[in-house]
């Protein structure tokens, strides 16, 4: 029989779009359904344009576990981290937010799962945890930069 064993991830092999954990205050991180971070611009001037940053996310309700807005709303500060093959955090984004809006729908007529929806406007985002090396980071820095002022 062959012997099993774990192999470790590689450096190059890209992250899978189920492999994140959100991490917001008191609510357990396997209740999130889904994440999405999405940006918008909105000319200012000739010159410059204003980017925004839109956080949405959906939470499931359980019956161990059922969300209390006011644990969401009030939220100030919220993780999104990136895991590899093993479950181990590589990279993610610290956030700073602002709450938008909340949605929650209950309909006889539909039998799926109850979720909370929840909207954020991002007002600061830091990459953590970044396994980049020094000298990629600076340039994909610089590429930003320049093709922000152009």
């Not at 192999?7 to 999130?32: D, M, S, V």
């Not at 576990?65 to 999104?80: A, E």
Request: glycine share 2%.
């Amino acid at each position: 029989m062959a012997e099993l064993t774990m192999k470790t991830p590689i450096q190059e092999e890209p992250l899978r779009a189920n492999r994140w954990i959100l991490n917001i205050g008191k609510i357990p991180p396997y209740l999130f359904r889904n994440v999405s971070l999405e940006s918008f611009t909105e000319k200012k001037d000739k010159k410059r344009d204003q980017i925004y940053t839109k956080l949405t996310f959906s939470i499931y309700n359980t019956v161990n576990h059922v969300v209390i807005p006011d644990d969401v709303v009030l939220l100030r500060k919220i993780t999104l981290d990136f895991l590899d093959p093993t479950g181990v955090a590589i990279n993610g984004y610290d956030m700073n937010v602002e709450f938008e809006k909340m949605n929650l729908k209950c309909d006889y007529s539909d039998s799926g799962l109850l979720t909370h929806e929840f909207i954020f406007w991002v007002k600061n985002m830091e990459q953590i945890r970044s396994n980049v090396n020094e000298k990629s980071e600076k340039e994909i820095v610089d590429n930003y930069k320049k093709k922000k002022e152009n």
